[in-house]
Nanobody
């Protein structure tokens, strides 16, 4: 069984920075795409940034130029550097991973438990 565990959330003033981490644990797997989904109340699930196993990245317009996603494949970890934070970035940030299970040869979508980010004016 694969688990994703986020860390690094907290409270910050507008204009500040935070760095989130998400580590995958388990055995017999590798991870294809990884990403982050900030869930505010009433908001639908949406990955605002993703990174492929090869390092190709994508960003939603709302975070482009402010957020940077990166990953360490050897550690099965994805990071999110958030700069120039705005109050509207306040959300619970969920980590996503497309898990390739070697013994089954199939993929599944995995999500972490979330880490809360609060940005005050």
């Amino acid at each position: 069984q694969v688990q994703l565990v986020e860390s690094g959330g907290g409270s910050v003033q507008a204009g500040g920075s935070l760095r989130l981490s998400c580590a995958a644990s388990g055995s017999g797997f590798s991870i294809n795409a990884m990403g982050w989904d900030p869930q505010a109340p009433g908001k639908q699930r949406e990955l605002v940034t993703t990174i492929s196993s090869g390092g190709n990245t994508n960003y939603a317009d709302s975070v482009k130029g402010r957020f940077t996603i990166s990953r360490d494949n050897a550690k099965n970890t994805v990071y999110l550097q958030m700069n120039s934070l705005k109050p509207e970035d306040t959300a619970t940030y969920y980590c996503y991973g497309e898990i390739l299970r070697w013994y089954m040869g199939t993929t599944l979508d995995a999500w972490g438990q979330g880490t809360l980010v609060i940005v005050s004016p």
